[in-house]
């Protein structure tokens, strides 16, 4: 790849930023398209996301994905009037892309919950999120844009369980009358005609135990989604597949997220030609090896 004075130039933002795999997967997609660009990460200190922010409004750059911790106060950068902010960021309460036009304003995306949605098409296509309640584990970041994305997607109910009761309400309120909270003491009625659970919470992260459910209490058609991918086959979904239950992992989320950021970094689609989810499985596979 030459680098030259046209070379478009995106990236993403985070903090840590070093284990991303963002740059992998868009690099690889701007190498089979052929396209002039570059994308790399960037790690600012925990206050220095809004001069970074400010400093690129112009188009010095393209646009950034965000990542953990900046999504919520990437939202909260944004100037009524001034800039745009996509409903569907808004109903999520962060945005994971800022594309800078170059008139300076931002223009703010959530392309999570498109994620979320392709993961499910692609491992279990035959899943119609449509016909059932869809319960998420977890309140946090993650959780809420999920929450949003399947209200948007059709489905009739999202019910929210977290530790903390009150994380799970404030979600609920924020997202309207689909979205119900529950407290770990329902943790029966949760499951109740459920198609899908969603393992949103930071459980399972780095081979932990992932969260705790009642498995009597499911039935036995719930798909389980767990949007942890380190390591891909969690134990929360190995718990799953041993009861018969259908498991999608969390790595087709990554991927599916990147393909609109790609589309609205660069202006084209990622090309099919090549498979971003087989390198990015190998970069997890050599990370695992460096860390034995
Ligand atoms: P977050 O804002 O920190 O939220 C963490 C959630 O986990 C909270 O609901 C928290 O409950 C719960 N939790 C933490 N420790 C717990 C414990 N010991 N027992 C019960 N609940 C516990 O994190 P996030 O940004 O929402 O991310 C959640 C997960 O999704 C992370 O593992 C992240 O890597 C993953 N993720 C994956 C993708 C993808 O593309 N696959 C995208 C986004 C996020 P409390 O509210 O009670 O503290």
Same mark, same amino acid.
């Given at each position: ?64 994905? !965000? ?6 106060? *990437? /939202?909260?950068? =944004?100037? $009524?009037?001034? @800039?745009? &902010? ?73 019910? !929210? ?6 994380? *799970? /309400?404030?979600? =609920?309120? $924020?997202?309207? @009358?689909? &979205? ?113």
């Amino acid at each position: 790849m030459t680098i030259s004075a046209k070379t478009r130039v995106a990236g993403v933002v985070g903090h840590p930023v070093r284990h991303s795999l963002s740059p992998l997967l868009h690099n690889a997609w701007l190498q089979a398209a052929g396209l002039d660009g570059v994308y790399i990460a960037f790690g600012p200190s925990l206050d220095g996301f809004r001069a970074l922010i400010e400093g690129c409004r112009g188009g010095a750059i393209c646009g950034l994905n !965000i990542t953990l911790p900046f999504k919520e106060q *990437a /939202l909260g950068l =944004a100037q $009524a009037g001034r @800039d745009f &902010v996509h409903p569907r960021a808004s109903l999520a309460g962060a945005a994971n892309l800022v594309v800078f036009r170059t008139d300076g304003s931002l223009e703010l995306d959530n392309t999570d919950g498109e994620g979320l949605l392709y993961a499910f098409a692609r491992q279990a296509p035959s899943l119609d999120l449509k016909s059932g309640p869809v319960v998420i584990l977890g309140a946090g970041g993650a959780a809420r844009g999920a929450a949003a994305a399947l209200v948007l997607a059709g489905v009739p109910q999202v019910r !929210i369980l977290n530790r903390t009761f009150d994380r *799970a /309400l404030a979600i =609920a309120d $924020a997202l309207g @009358d689909k &979205v119900l909270a529950y407290g770990q003491d329902q943790i029966g009625a949760v499951f109740d005609g459920a198609v899908a659970v969603i393992n949103a919470t930071s459980l399972g992260l780095n081979g932990g135990e992932g969260p705790g459910l009642d498995w009597q209490a499911v039935p036995s058609t719930c798909a389980f989604m767990d949007m942890v991918y380190k390591p891909l086959d969690t134990q929360f979904l190995q718990a799953a597949r041993a009861r018969g239950h259908l498991t999608i992992d969390g790595l087709d989320m990554l991927v599916g997220q990147a393909i609109p950021s790609f589309e609205a970094l660069f202006g084209h689609a990622p090309p099919q030609a090549i498979d971003v989810r087989a390198l990015a499985l190998a970069a997890l596979a050599a990370e695992e090896k460096a860390k034995s």
